[in-house]
Every structure is written in structure tokens, then in C-alpha cells.
T-cell receptor, first 115, second 116 residues
């Protein structure tokens, strides 16, 4: 596609509900990242995939957060039993095989509000 | 470990005047450094990047940044602000975390306001 696509654009969940956020990276991009951006803060790293392999998940805040990319393309970030502190914008980014200076292409994000 | 400090959370300038957004970094390895811009309801867009080539880096929309290793700084500048420059700006450091893995660390952002 033309860019990184994320859906839904907005998600409202009641506390305790499970949510699934989708990311469609740019075709051919093997590296995929998830970031969490709280209101008024910079994005914080959650997890990183190279193709279908999850190489780094050190940023996932708890075991309620789970990410997958089973076929090395589309990725889903799942949050179980959502809490109010999970409210944030979740950003997905993709790149060619990621090296130190590689440019990331970001989606517009999914804004999650947990009530 | 790596980190980024954006020294100003908010900068306000008049249209046509210079812009200076300050960033200091810390990295155990030779870093790559980036500036990204985020307009409301839009995705982050790369302005420019430094990857150990020329220390003065030119980016899009007239922005440039200078890498100063002795000061561990990577300040973003523009000679003349335009109304369309109003946005949130993020300084980002990328460094190796081990093996072939790299991690991008974002600063907290600087909100640039441009007054007519």
C-alpha cells in the first residue's frame, strides 16, 4: 500500500475488555515496530518484529499485552483486560530490514480510550 | 543505555523568525539521530537523520541539524519559521541494543507554536 495503515482509528473500551489493534505495514517492509504514546509524551517502544519473528518485546508493559505477526506482514497488538492506564495512542511503524540509520514509516495510530 | 532530552517542552516563535529546538542525547554506542515531526492527527514524519556522515544535516522544509559530539547535542534549526511548521517535534536516538537489534528512543517532544 501507499503507507502504513492502522485500524481502528479510534477505540473505546470498557475496563476489563480485550482489544485488538491492527497494523498493515508497507508492502515489502520486513521490520515492524509498535510504540505507545501517552498524552503529552513521546512514543515509547513496545515490541519489534523482523518478518514473523518477534526479536524484542522488552517494552511490553505487562503480560496483558501480546503482539503477533504470523505471516510476516500484518501485525496485531492485543491487550487483555484493559485498564485505564492503557489509554494512549498506539503507533505502528515499518521499515526495510532495520539498521541503525534506517528510516521508519509510521501509521496514524490507534487512539485507545479505556473507560 | 541510550536516552534523549529535549530541553524545551514548548517553543513559541513569530512567523519569519528563526527556530531552535534543542536536543541532548546519551548513548553507549555511536548513535544515529533523527528528528521527526508530528502534525495533529497525522503520522510521524521524518525531517532528517544523522548517521555518522556529515555533521550538518539538511532535512525537508528548510530544517537542518548539527551533530556536536563534544556537546552530545543535535539541535534542530530553521532560519525562518512558517505557519505550517507548527507541530510537535521529536528528537530520536537509535543505537544497537545487542546482536543485530536496534532500538529507537524518543524524547518527550517539543511543541512549536508559530504566531502570525
Amino acid at each position: 500500500g501507499a503507507g502504513v495503515s492502522q485500524s481502528p482509528r479510534y477505540k473505546v473500551a470498557k475496563r476489563g475488555q480485550d482489544v485488538a489493534l491492527r497494523c498493515d505495514p508497507i508492502s515489502g517492509h520486513v521490520s515492524l515496530f509498535w510504540y505507545q504514546q501517552a498524552l503529552g509524551q513521546g512514543p515509547e517502544f513496545l515490541t519489534y518484529f523482523q518478518n514473523e519473528a518477534q526479536l524484542d518485546k522488552s517494552g511490553l508493559p505487562s503480560d496483558r499485552f501480546f503482539a503477533e505477526r504470523p505471516e510476516g506482514s500484518v501485525s496485531t497488538l492485543k491487550i487483555q483486560r484493559t485498564q485505564q492506564e492503557d489509554s494512549a495512542v498506539y503507533l505502528c511503524a515499518s521499515s526495510l530490514p532495520y539498521g541503525q540509520g534506517e528510516k521508519l514509516f509510521f501509521g496514524s495510530g490507534t487512539q485507545l480510550s479505556v473507560l | 543505555a541510550q536516552s534523549v532530552t529535549q530541553l524545551d517542552s514548548h517553543v513559541s516563535v513569530s512567523e519569519g523568525t528563526p527556530v531552535l529546538l534543542r536536543c541532548n542525547y546519551s548513548s553507549s554506542y555511536s548513535p544515529s539521530l533523527f528528528w521527526y515531526v508530528q502534525h495533529p492527527n497525522k503520522g510521524l514524519q521524518l525531517l532528517l537523520k544523522y548517521t555518522s556522515a556529515a555533521t550538518l544535516v539538511k532535512g525537508i522544509n528548510g530544517f537542518e541539524a548539527e551533530f556536536k559530539k563534544s556537546e552530545t547535542s543535535f539541535h534542530l534549526t530553521k532560519p525562518s519559521a512558517h505557519m505550517s511548521d507548527a507541530a510537535e517535534y521529536f528528537c530520536v536516538v537509535s543505537a544497537r541494543t545487542g546482536g543485530s537489534n536496534y532500538k529507537l528512543t524518543f524524547g518527550k517532544g517539543t511543541l512549536l507554536t508559530v504566531n502570525p
